[in-house]
């Protein structure tokens, strides 16, 4: 016989089942947000409908290529979506099983047959019928919006995927067809069709175009909070160090350096160093955000050019950005084809001229910049390749070569001035703790700058290899030849390795040997006299080098995928061989290294 203890007690196992249903509100918003993304998605999947299906003579290699790394972005967060959106959904049909199993529930059926009972817990009952529509009507609610989702997101893989087909094949015969003939010779004198509304189909070309950037800044914030903050850091760091020498006293210490590009208030140097750097925050990028990036730059560059550089050299430059402009706008226009490549034709002769007149203007004036003289003879070269290609009708080549002597020119001008901000940054921070520990302030700065300038170097040509690639339409192509290059297994025996994890392995070695070479520099120890005499700093300093040794070495090991437990057993063996006879051989090693980091022995 049940008790009323045993009713109250179903009666309260049902409120607990029912109260799960709440459950299904935390989702929701996320699922909102979900749909607002899948608009901004929708719009941006007709825009390249259109573009793609428009045959439309004016789309290029570069609009294609950016539509395929748009639609893979669309594509993956869709798919992310859809793994999310089955997660909520395995949740709801956990939860509608629960419930519905509730009407198993012979205890509670007898409730609701037996006249007696359903008075005896009627206020219960109550709430029970209250809860359960609460509940049936947030599961239907839930239920529809997962499902309608769902079938957003699957339309939209599915033409994500035809539309991705669709592109790379339009890629592929432009990219078969770039070194044929593509159009008529220029000579060859066609009819000109003029839209039927000029203004139009401008304001069409912008909006899309606009539309289509909008969405792709909009989906890599992340990236471009991280960059701004990287820039930031390097703006307080110099900052820092300024003040820290104004509050001592040390500034007039700094005339001997002759900083060029560092200063109190350094916000030119930060851009600069924030916009060289953003090529890497996105490897993958569409040909717009390596666009932006050198418009951002050569803006940046005309601000600071107007009192540090000659005025024929600041006019030279001026009319170098004016051409860029030129040419970055022109496709917006909306003129007919024929009509549009007359316009690149004179752009191109125009900027194949003024790189000429530069390149013998100024030979010997710069004769101490060869890199940007060769960049100079590149980018007169490209252009004049343009110049062919368009008269030949290879227009794609022609569009390739343009853009890429352009952008190879601004970039490699940034990164002079990159090299420059970064060198003497450090310099800064060496003569700042310098004087803040009250060391000697002059040091022989030139061979350290040098030490310092070839990494930033490296690290210059690495930047300027991916932007100069991603304009020739290569980046792609090349970054999956070098990564089967090295992600290829190789084997010795049982001995199993990737040429990228030896190259990894070794690079992160080189970095750690780098950094406890040069860490010292950052608290004034540059090895003269001065800082002999601070032994507690030299101990940390030798112990932080140690420190970086291991560290670099045991991270290169953990992310290279070298086999450890190969290794295990040499250090092990090795090991062995110290205990067995290799004592005094190990000690006197451990003292040679003790006397170069801690130098307590100086000639006088």
Not at 3 to 20: H, Q
Request: with cysteine; hydrophobic share 45%.
């Amino acid at each position: 016989t049940l008790t009323r203890n045993d009713y109250l007690m179903s009666i309260e196992r049902m409120f607990r089942t029912l109260n799960k249903a709440s459950q299904l509100e935390q989702p929701v918003p996320e699922i909102n947000a979900m749909n607002q993304r899948l608009d901004e998605d929708d719009s941006a999947i007709s825009i390249i409908k259109d573009r793609l299906n428009s045959n439309n003579r004016g789309l290029n290699i570069r609009n294609v290529q950016m539509f395929i790394i748009l639609l893979g972005q669309i594509h993956n967060d869709t798919r992310t979506f859809a793994s999310e959106l089955h997660l909520y959904d395995s949740t709801l049909d956990s939860i509608k099983k629960q419930i519905f199993d509730l009407r198993k529930d012979t205890v509670i059926r007898h409730i609701f047959r037996d006249t007696a009972l359903r008075a005896s817990f009627k206020p219960q009952l109550q709430q029970l019928r209250g809860k359960w529509t609460k509940a049936d009507s947030l599961l239907k609610n839930v239920n529809i919006l997962i499902d309608n989702t769902l079938a957003r997101t699957s339309d939209n893989l599915i033409s994500t995927d035809e539309l991705q087909l669709q592109a790379l094949g339009i890629a592929k015969i432009t990219g078969s067809r770039a070194f044929g003939k593509e159009r008529k010779y220029l000579w060859e004198q066609g009819k000109v069709n003029f839209p039927k509304s000029f203004s139009g189909e401008f304001r069409n070309k912008v909006s899309s175009e606009k539309k289509i950037t909008q969405y792709y800044y909009s989906h890599t914030h992340n990236q471009l909070l991280m960059l701004l903050v990287t820039g930031l850091i390097f703006f307080l760091w110099i900052f820092y160090n300024f003040r820290s020498l104004e509050k001592r006293g040390g500034l007039e210490s700094l005339k001997s350096f002759k900083f060029h590009y560092v200063n109190k208030i350094p916000l030119f140097a930060s851009i600069i160093f924030m916009l060289n750097l953003a090529p890497l925050f996105d490897l993958d990028a569409p040909f717009v955000y390596i666009e932006s990036i050198e418009f951002f730059l050569m803006i940046t560059l005309t601000v600071s050019f107007w009192k540090r550089i000659p005025r024929k050299v600041f006019l030279v430059w001026i009319i170098f950005v004016l051409l860029f402009l030129s040419q970055s706008f022109s496709r917006y226009l909306g003129l007919p084809f024929y009509l549009g490549r007359w316009l690149s034709l004179i752009i191109n002769c125009a900027s194949s001229l003024l790189g000429i007149y530069t390149l013998r203007r100024f030979r010997k004036q710069y004769s101490d910049h060869k890199v940007l003289y060769l960049t100079g003879i590149l980018y007169t070269l490209f252009n004049l390749l343009a110049v062919l290609c368009n008269l030949f009708g290879r227009v794609t080549l022609m569009q390739v070569f343009s853009t890429s002597g352009t952008y190879a020119f601004i970039q490699t001008v940034a990164l002079i001035v990159f090299i420059g901000s970064v060198t003497e940054a450090f310099l800064l921070q060496i003569q700042s703790s310098r004087v803040r520990k009250d060391y000697k302030e002059y040091f022989d700065h030139v061979e350290i700058a040098k030490g310092i300038s070839r990494l930033v170097v490296l690290f210059a040509i690495v930047i300027w290899l991916v932007v100069f690639t991603t304009n020739m339409n290569l980046y792609n192509l090349l970054s999956f030849k070098i990564s089967k290059l090295l992600s290829t297994s190789h084997a010795i025996g049982s001995f199993s390795f990737t040429l990228g994890g030896i190259i990894l392995f070794l690079a992160i070695m080189w970095a750690a040997n780098f950094l406890q070479k040069y860490i010292a520099y950052f608290f004034g120890d540059v090895g003269d006299d001065s800082s002999f005499s601070d032994k507690s700093q030299r101990a940390r300093l030798m112990i932080t080098r140690l420190v970086l040794l291991v560290a670099g070495f045991l991270l290169g090991v953990a992310l290279s995928g070298l086999p450890t437990d190969r290794i295990t057993v040499v250090l092990g063996a090795f090991s062995v061989g110290i205990g067995l006879g290799l004592q005094s051989l190990v000690n006197n090693f451990v003292s040679g290294i003790l006397l170069i980091f801690d130098r307590p022995l100086r000639i006088g």
